[in-house]
């Protein structure tokens, strides 16, 4: 698979639940970061997490990394419908030198029905 | 809260001739970038820009795309003889410091182009 992986490829839930997303890469990172994309708009940041942290908390929203396995997960508690939308991991590569570029995954299209 | 602003939302153009897709940054970021994505896949870097030059671009970036800062506030990207193929939505973003020191970027709603 190709840098930034995310899966699943799509989640539908209940108003109230909890979805978790799942993002793999290939190359070691720098940092990975989440997005929010909602129909037709563009990339909201979520949330950054560095190379040597493990978890992250902002709000609902909680991010861990795991760098030996090279992934990530976002947990979403207590969703609502408002949270609708695609989530995109990307990463910084930890290569390169001085690089600014983000490698954006596929996306989870996340639904929660009201 | 500041955003990057970009305009026109959507832009359709006659494959061979030139667009100009224009962004305003944040006022006080200082790294810019352009991003684009293909209807169904995934967002691609183009192009990353600071202190009035180019630092990073992708294989996409081709002679046929320039960039430009043509005043303290906006941000363009020009695609010179379009093709089909540049049919996208173009995200421009911008950050206050570098990425790698852990600065996120933040992205404007993108401006849908389409080439007839």
């Known amino acids: 698979s190709q840098q930034g992986e995310e899966d699943p490829q799509a989640l539908s839930i209940q108003e109230g639940e909890n979805a978790t997303m799942n993002c793999s890469y290939k190359t070691s990172i720098n940092n990975l970061q989440w997005y929010r994309q909602n129909s037709g708009r563009g990339l909201v940041h979520l949330i950054l997490?560095?190379?040597?942290?493990r978890e992250k908390h902002s709000g609902r929203l909680r991010v861990t990394l795991d760098t030996s396995k090279k992934s990530s997960s976002l947990l979403i508690t207590a969703s609502r419908a408002a949270d609708t939308a695609s989530y995109f991991c990307?990463?910084?590569?930890?290569?390169?030198?001085?690089?600014?570029?983000?490698?954006f995954g596929t996306g989870t299209l996340l639904a929660v029905q009201p | 809260e500041p955003e990057v602003t970009q305009t026109p939302s959507h832009q359709v153009t006659q494959m061979g001739q030139e667009v100009i897709l224009r962004c305003v940054p944040i006022s006080n970021h200082l790294y810019f970038y352009w991003y684009r994505q293909i209807l169904g896949q995934k967002v691609e870097f183009l192009v990353s820009f600071y202190n009035n030059e180019i630092s990073e671009k992708s294989e996409i970036f081709d002679d046929q795309f320039s960039v430009e800062r043509p005043d303290g506030s906006n941000f363009t990207l020009k695609i010179r003889s379009t093709k089909l193929e540049d049919s996208a939505m173009y995200f421009c973003?911008?950050?206050?410091?570098?990425?790698?020191?852990?600065?996120?970027?933040?992205f404007g709603d993108g401006t849908r182009l389409s080439i007839l």
């Open positions: 990307a990463t910084l590569s930890a290569y390169g030198g001085a690089t600014n570029k983000l490698i």
């Open positions: 997490i560095r190379s040597n942290e």
């Open positions: 973003a911008s950050s206050v410091g570098v990425s790698g020191g852990n600065q996120p970027q933040h």
